[in-house]
Structure formats: C-alpha cells, structure tokens
C-alpha cells in the first residue's frame, strides 16, 4: 500500500502543479503586426459651359468681305467656360473644331475664325489678341489656350468673330466646336 499512498500523493501534487501553472504562465494579451497602406488619388477634371453656348457660337447673317463679326451668342466675352470646383488640378483649357466653318451641301470653306478670351478669377485682366481657330487638334501652345493653369472654381469669359473673304459663296456654313480641359502642363487632349 505504501506504493499506492506514493502513487496518490504524486498524483496530488502533479494536479496540484497543473492547476497553479494556469495561474502562473500567462498567456499574450495583444498582439501587434505591421504593414503600410497607400492611395493613388486620380486627377479629376469637369468643365461646364455657360447657357449661351448652348445653341452654338452664332454669327447671324453677314455680309461678304466684311471682318471682325462678333458673334451674337458670345459677343463682348459673354460665354463662359467654367472650371468645376470640386475639379482637384489646376487646368489648361483648349479648343479646336471639326472643321473650317462649311457650307452644305457642299465643300466650301470659310477659315478665317477667331477667338479670344480674359479670365474673371483675376490671373488675366486683359483680353487675348485673337487667334485663328485651330482645326482636327488641340493647339497647346500657351498662347492658343483659352485657359492656362486655371484653377479649380475658375472662369474663363469667351468671344469670337468671324471674317467673311470677298465672293464668299452665300449659303449657310458650320463646324462643331470642342473644348477639353486636362491638367495643367500634361497632354491628356489626345493631341
């Protein structure tokens, strides 16, 4: 019996070791790891026209060898082209048309088209000399943007005129007109 007594009080003490080890080893209470995180934040570019635009750039009936013709949608600077204020770069505004001004049916052309335009944020007080339209491309050249670096919120005020050459062919003529803003410096016009 005296085995068993051993037996019993090794048994004891063993269970009596366990149970403390639970109290005596503690397990981790946190743990910590570590990684990086990161995001692109995409240019996002909206322009708006203003209500005159909205039915063309209008010139009326005019007169052949006549030149400097406002037009009567956006005479005196009267159309804008609005930079959205929740765009995110400054942007470069710039125009071209489809094609000269064209008479259907048929193929003849007037090309003589100007534009120019000032800015009402206050980076340009002073009216653009004019400029011929530019046609199939976006011309990029500062001087041929109707904006520059303009920032988000910002306006640009637009006019145009038209020469009409001597003998020009009567008829009705017209083209489509396309302005792209991209941010400022890139070349994301497709030109």
């Known amino acids: 019996m005296k085995w068993v007594g051993r037996a019993l009080l090794l048994a004891s003490f063993g269970l009596f070791v366990l149970l403390l080890s639970q109290y005596s080893v503690k397990a981790a209470a946190s743990d910590e790891k570590v990684t990086t995180s990161n995001v ?10 203003t209500t005159a635009f909205a039915n063309g750039v209008e010139f009326g009936n005019l007169d052949p060898g006549t030149d400097d013709n406002p037009s009567t949608t956006c005479a005196d600077l009267g159309c804008n082209i609005s930079v959205s204020g929740d765009t995110n770069v ?9 094609a000269n001004l064209t008479r259907f049916p048929g193929t003849e052309m007037i090309g003589w088209w100007n534009y120019t335009w000032n800015s009402t944020d206050g980076t340009y007080p002073f009216v653009q000399p004019g400029w011929e339209l530019n046609i199939t491309q976006y011309d990029n050249r500062t001087a041929r943007k109707v904006g520059d670096s303009v920032a988000p919120g910002g306006v640009r005020s637009w006019q145009a005129w038209l020469d009409i050459p001597p003998a020009q062919t009567a008829g009705s003529y017209n083209n489509t007109l396309y302005f792209c803003a991209h941010q400022e410096d890139s070349t994301d016009c497709g030109f």
């Open 90 to 98: 400054n942007v470069d505004i710039l125009m071209k048309a489809n």
């Open 40 to 49: 692109t934040v995409n240019v996002y570019v909206s322009i708006s026209l």
